[in-house]
């Protein structure tokens, strides 16, 4: 009994170290790539004869969005195993990691190119000499929305005693998502990295792709929580203690 409760104990911290290293390689990945921007339009509408669209919607957005919900459905996960001071834990785990990335680049950026070189220090200036002010902006949105997000999903587990989780994975989310997306945003723009008059724009696109990939999540949310649950023994809201 002793041998088989080690044993669970292991296999629950092994997914644990797994989560924990899907979140920070998802928030790295974030602060590495938000400089480049993308347009995205899933939906076009076509008249009867296929000559103009109707109903059409691009988003213009950074591409650091794109690993950037993965996060937050790594803390609704991690939040509903493990529970809230787990949850926290990686969130404090995933700053330090991107203050060492802010150190690493901004040492690389320092150190000069030599002549044969493939990337000049120009360019690699041009694609990481803001990085230091993108996880500054970041960081700050990332640890209000964080532990906004985890606060709200265990409060709506408490309300729904362990039972409806869309509830708490959709509405913990999608709200921190708009508390983090407006805080980068005005603090990117504040520090000279964007132009005021995109702020609209890219807070509309950025909170609107946020919500639809929450939303999308869902599914996987939903499968994730009932295999780990599956092969811990652990009923419908039910937490782990690591």
Same mark, same amino acid.
């Given at each position: 009994m002793q041998n088989n409760s080690a044993q669970l104990r292991e296999k629950a911290f092994r997914f644990y170290l797994v989560l924990t290293g899907l979140f920070i390689a998802s928030l790295v990945a974030c602060n590495l790539i938000f400089q480049k921007f993308f347009y995205w339009t899933p939906l076009a509408f076509l #008249?009867? %004869?296929?000559? $103009? %669209?109707?109903? $059409?919607y691009t988003f213009q957005i950074s591409v650091g969005i794109i690993p950037y919900p993965l996060t937050f459905l790594v803390t609704d996960l991690i939040s509903e195993i493990y529970g809230r001071k787990r949850a926290d834990q990686v969130v404090y785990a995933g700053l330090v990691a991107s203050l060492l990335l802010f150190v690493i680049v901004y040492l690389a950026d320092a150190a000069p190119a030599v002549d044969f070189s493939p990337v000049s220090d120009a360019e690699f200036s041009k694609v990481f000499g803001r990085t230091g002010v993108a996880v500054a902006a970041s960081m700050v949105a990332y640890l209000v929305a964080q532990f906004i997000d985890i606060r709200i999903f265990h409060f709506w587990k408490r309300v729904t005693r362990g039972k409806h989780l869309w509830v708490r994975n959709n509405f913990s989310t999608i709200t921190s998502q708009l508390i983090d997306t407006a805080i980068v945003l005005v603090l990117l723009c504040a520090l000279g990295t964007l132009p005021w008059a995109m702020f609209t724009v890219l807070f509309?696109?950025?909170? +609107?792709?946020? *919500? +639809?990939? *929450?939303?999308? #999540?869902?599914p996987v949310f939903y499968l994730a929580t009932w295999y780990v649950r599956k092969k811990l023994g652990l009923k419908l809201g039910e937490e782990f203690e690591l």
């Open positions: #008249d009867p %004869e296929g000559n $103009s %669209e109707l109903l $059409s509309l696109n950025g909170f +609107i792709f946020k *919500a +639809i990939v *929450a939303l999308l #999540d869902t």
